[in-house]
């Protein structure tokens, strides 16, 4: 059964190891982005990776371990000991995303217990509230509005530190 797959690669050379797989007839994705770069002397567009050190592979988990003498591939992405599998929709999530949204920051937050938050987006956008507890990707976040308290869930990129 085939499925996506992260690998991770040497800083710089995902475009490389993306165009490399192409050429061993693998099916990839290298999401990039279109980014402008000043120089002293001239302005350029230039594409770069939206995951740093990422590229993602479609394919069985035994043409997986082959993918690995890929010059430029270090690892399998892992979870729980085993390579992590990709869904199909967030490939797809991902690939829509980027041709919707032309200026395209990646960011990771770390949050600690305590931490003041305000919500990026969904229902409770822009409201404030305190982590309390946080568990992988996820964060647990005390909201006090209208006399009461709410807790929930949020994903950690729909938070910001305040």
């Not at 797989?21 to 120089?39: G, H, I, S």
């Not at 869930?153 to 729909?158: G, I, L, Q, V």
């Amino acid at each position: 059964m085939q499925n996506w797959y992260a690998i991770y690669t040497k800083p710089r050379w995902e475009k490389k190891v993306a165009q490399l797989l192409d050429e061993a007839n693998f099916l990839n994705y290298c999401p990039v982005m279109k980014v402008t770069r000043q120089w002293s002397d001239r302005k350029k567009t230039i594409e770069e990776p939206v995951f740093k050190g990422y590229v993602f592979i479609h394919c069985t988990l035994h043409k997986l371990w082959e993918s690995l003498k890929t010059p430029g591939v270090l690892t399998v992405v892992r979870y729980l000991g085993k390579p992590a599998i990709i869904h199909d929709e967030e490939i797809v999530r991902v690939k829509r995303f980027l041709n919707e949204f032309e200026d395209v920051k990646v960011e990771n937050i770390s949050l600690e217990e305590n931490a003041p938050v305000k919500i990026r987006s969904g229902v409770l956008m822009d409201y404030k509230g305190i982590v309390l507890e946080v568990w992988g990707h996820r964060a647990l976040v005390k909201i006090d509005s209208l006399g009461i308290q709410l807790s929930a869930y949020f994903d950690k990129k729909n938070l910001e530190k305040i």
